[in-house]
């Protein structure tokens, strides 16, 4: 069970340092990804995002609150994919305390009417930890003139 502990941290741990993700949605028949920075509450279990009313993901979670968040360092060669369920609220007291610099680009402050609060609620995710650029290109390169397969990092599915 301590393995099993140790991914989830991993899942947890990359995200936050990671901060920003693409959060894919479904419209219909068809996916549709955008940037969002993600606060990670692991003690909530839970992602939070600051939305606007007016926007098509929020109507698209209404329709259907299966997502994804996509992480991405590809300097460093670390990854984490993370399914969840979503839900939209407008919950005042965490848009305040959600409510940052980056937020300032879209509302002049958390008393705009039309923030709304997008939770996603974790139920699976995998992660790819890898030694970063430098050293995979090492190590393929090495995998390449010889018969074994290169240790590129760690990879593994998590229950959230």
Known sequence: MAHATDDQDKVWDLASDIGFCMLTTQNGSD?????????????????????DAESHKDEEVARNPSVCLAFADSKNQKYVSILGTAEVSNDREK????????A??????????????LKVTPSFAEYWDSPGTAIS??????????SAKPDMGDNASVKL
């Open 31 to 51: 996916l549709r990804a955008r940037p969002m920075a993600a606060n990670a509450e692991r003690d909530e279990h839970a992602f939070y995002f600051l939305t």
């Open 95 to 102: 848009i305040k305390e959600l409510f940052a610099v980056p």
């Open 104 to 117: 300032k680009a879209w509302w002049d402050s958390a008393d705009d009417p039309s923030i709304r609060v």
């Open 137 to 146: 290109y090492v190590k393929m390169a090495a995998a390449a003139v010889s």
